[in-house]
């Protein structure tokens, strides 16, 4: 079994430091990465000085992970705040300010949102794993967790650690399966609400889009919060967004709400570019007999009434949520469920959308 970011952060805990506490709960723990079988990490000490001190404990760390099964290399590096001054503040949301042009990062060739009508649909878990199997398929990509409300990313995607900003402006995002990785839950405790109006949720949006040290890249995968609110309202209207990927599961009620989403992407002028059917169906691990739980079909006959077409029709999964809560997505794997993912992404990268 994969190791995640829970399994590293108990190992780490092992280790006291000489004044009590430890790396995780004096939060000294940053960037946090796991690529496969190799994770690597930063260790934040409160002074130059007190990181002179901390090579022994560096060295600890790196060999009480290296002892977890699935790890065959990790890389700790020592880090410090600079003596003249803490680092900068970095504040996240605020009212938007105003824009020379549409919002679209240096380096990123297309932003590709993935939607839906509705939540309880497996929108994130889409997007979470789409990205790592256009990463697989060797496409440079970004994932943005505009979920603000319900930042689920930092999870499904096994990141943890406050992002860094050299000057309090330019936010250096984490990296965690191939995929560079930008969320506001990586600036606030996992169990803290975000109570915010529009307005601020607009200057996040902003931030996290400008702001972002994206790099270069082939694609950037948005996943929207569920519904037709002021996040997508602004996405369609202030950034160069290159289509949208719609996500809905067969029976009728959530199609409702996704014909809502294709509707308002109509009114952005905003192309779909096409249909995910998530939790298509079931396969009995006794009987291997396929049961539609949520009906069957639905989206793939909403798509040829829309002339568009269905991206992918996926089953419902307990190794897609046991691998979405553990931290690793299961398109990174080799199983089933990572072919199906394979399949949409090598559909997106021969389609020119990715």
Not at 22 to 35: E, G, P
Not at 89 to 99: E, R
Not at 213 to 226: A, H, K, Q, S, T
Not at 253 to 282: C, H, Q, W, Y
């Amino acid at each position: 079994m994969a190791t995640t970011q829970t399994d590293i952060q108990a190992a780490l805990e092992q280790l006291t430091l000489p004044d009590g506490g430890t790396l995780i709960s004096r939060d000294m723990l940053r960037a946090l990465r796991i690529d496969g079988d190799k994770v690597s990490f930063v260790i934040e000490a409160p002074s130059p000085e007190i990181a002179k001190l901390m090579e022994p404990l560096r060295r600890a760390a790196e060999a009480v992970v290296m002892e977890l099964d699935g790890v065959s290399a990790v890389s700790a590096a020592l880090t410090a705040h600079g003596p003249a001054a803490p680092a900068p503040s970095l504040k996240i949301g605020g009212h938007a300010k105003p824009q020379a042009g549409p919002m679209k990062p240096a380096g990123v060739k297309r932003i590709l949102a993935v939607a839906s009508g509705k939540g309880g649909v497996g929108k994130s878990t889409v997007a979470s794993n789409l990205a790592v199997a256009l990463a697989r398929k060797g496409r440079k990509v970004g994932l943005l967790d505009a979920d603000i409300y319900g930042p689920s990313q930092p999870r499904m995607m096994g990141a943890s650690g406050r992002p860094a900003s050299p000057d309090g402006k330019t936010i250096e995002p984490l990296h965690a399966h191939g995929v560079t990785l930008m969320s506001i839950g990586f600036l606030l405790a996992e169990d803290k609400a975000v109570i915010w109006r529009g307005p601020m949720l607009m200057g996040a949006l902003q931030q996290m889009l400008g702001q972002v040290n994206w790099g270069e890249l082939d694609v950037l995968i948005v996943d929207l919060p569920p519904g037709t609110g002021d996040v997508q309202l602004t996405l369609c209207t202030k950034a160069e967004l290159s289509g949208a990927i719609v996500v809905s599961t067969p029976q009728d009620v959530a199609l409702l709400d996704a014909r809502k989403a294709m509707d308002m992407f109509s009114t952005l002028k905003t192309p779909v570019l096409g249909l995910i059917e998530n939790m298509s169906f079931f396969t009995c691990p006794d009987c291997g007999g396929e049961h539609h739980i949520f009906g069957h079909g639905g989206v793939a006959a909403e798509a040829e009434k829309m002339g568009l077409p269905l991206l992918g029709a996926l089953p419902i999964d307990l190794e897609t949520r046991l691998a979405g809560d553990s931290g690793t997505p299961v398109a990174a794997g080799e199983g089933v469920m990572a072919q199906f993912y394979g399949r949409i992404a090598e559909g997106l990268v021969k389609g020119g959308m990715a």
